[in-house]
């Protein structure tokens, strides 16, 4: 899901997005990651989840189970009062692009959302896997994934997230002119 924040209500906003953090530890589901952006808009913040299978949403949220009915509803509602608008939709990861090493460290990450002219995503798969992906792992990425929206996302796209260790790796240009060369 991406949320915009109301400016004034950011760290309250934040404060109960850790409560869904140790909702999500404790309920035992593998994955809850909450990003903000470092540029473009600062009170926009992107939640990842995994959804096994459409049909898990049939089922009572786990976070619920885990909170109790009460404590779930008014966590909910507080997170609402803090939002403007929320967008929720659904990727397929595409496991056959991917680096990740165990050990990858960083807090900051690199996402790209590349606009795929129709009927084209066969041919940017097989160049991201065929060609990208090498150059990355030579260039020392230790975590790199792609996916593509199918539900409620902007269609036509892919999304690209790389882990950066740090911002500084940003002053030393694309990875493909540091391992390949300008030329």
């Known amino acids: 899901s991406v949320e915009t924040v109301k400016p004034d ?3 309250e906003f934040e ?3 850790k409560q869904l953090a ?7 589901l593998p994955v809850y990651a909450v990003l903000s952006n ?3 808009n600062r009170f926009e913040y992107t939640t990842v989840t995994f959804v096994m299978k459409f049909a898990d949403l049939d089922n009572p949220s786990p976070i619920r189970k885990a909170l109790g009915d009460e404590a779930f509803t008014k966590l909910v509602a507080a997170v609402n009062r803090c939002v403007t608008s ?6 397929l990861p595409w496991g056959d692009v991917a680096i990740d090493k165990t050990g990858s460290t960083g807090e900051y990450f690199l996402r790209s959302r590349i606009p795929i002219a129709t009927g084209k995503n066969a041919e940017y798969r097989a160049f991201l896997k065929n060609e990208l992906l090498p150059v990355l792992d030579k260039g020392g990425v230790t975590w ?3 996916s593509t ?5 902007p269609p036509g796209t892919v999304e690209t997230m790389r882990r950066l260790t740090n911002l500084a790796e940003i002053d030393g240009g694309p990875i493909q002119t540091r391992v390949l060369g300008a030329a």
Request: aromatic share 26%; charged share 15%.
């Open 149 to 153: 929206p199918v539900f409620g996302g």
């Open 22 to 28: 140790d909702a999500y530890k404790k309920a035992g």
């Open 86 to 91: 929320t967008t929720w939709y659904f990727s």
């Open 15 to 17: 404060g109960y997005k």
């Open 9 to 11: 209500m950011v760290q």
């Open 38 to 40: 470092y540029s473009g």
């Open 144 to 146: 790199y994934h792609a």
